[in-house]
């Protein structure tokens, strides 16, 4: 599940049949690079996810090309800031039992 249309299209301000679709797609989008990049399923309940969505789906609906070169950033500002206590860490590191 991912944000629903109806909060998609407040957070862009756009009218109740606009581009509905695609706000789709670009939410599903969001929800799965937000499970990717978490480790965990997107929960349409978890604020900071949903938040995270909303800034990637304005982004990708407001700049439809592969590169704008008025902005640095790939991925919306905050959204990593958003998802970073979320991440699963994984290091590499065992810890072993005492014997």
């Given at each position: 599940?991912?944000?629903?249309?109806?909060?998609?299209?407040a957070?862009?301000?756009?009218?109740?049949d606009?581009?509905?679709?695609?706000?789709?797609?670009?939410?599903?989008?969001?929800?799965?690079?937000?499970?990717?990049?978490?480790?965990?399923?997107?929960?349409?309940?978890?604020?900071?996810?949903?938040?995270?969505?909303?800034?990637?789906?304005?982004?990708?609906?407001?700049?439809?090309?592969?590169?704008?070169?008025?902005?640095?950033?790939?991925?919306?500002?905050?959204?990593?800031?958003?998802?970073?206590?979320?991440?699963?860490r994984?290091?590499?590191?065992?810890?072993?039992?005492?014997?």
């Amino acid at each position: 599940m991912s944000v629903p249309l109806a909060l998609v299209r407040a957070h862009l301000n756009l009218e109740p049949d606009a581009d509905g679709d695609l706000l789709n797609h670009y939410s599903n989008v969001a929800a799965a690079w937000i499970a990717a990049y978490t480790g965990q399923p997107f929960a349409a309940d978890n604020p900071l996810m949903v938040q995270a969505a909303l800034l990637m789906v304005a982004a990708q609906y407001e700049s439809r090309e592969a590169i704008i070169f008025s902005n640095a950033y790939q991925i919306p500002f905050g959204v990593h800031d958003l998802l970073s206590p979320l991440k699963e860490r994984v290091t590499g590191h065992q810890h072993e039992a005492a014997a």
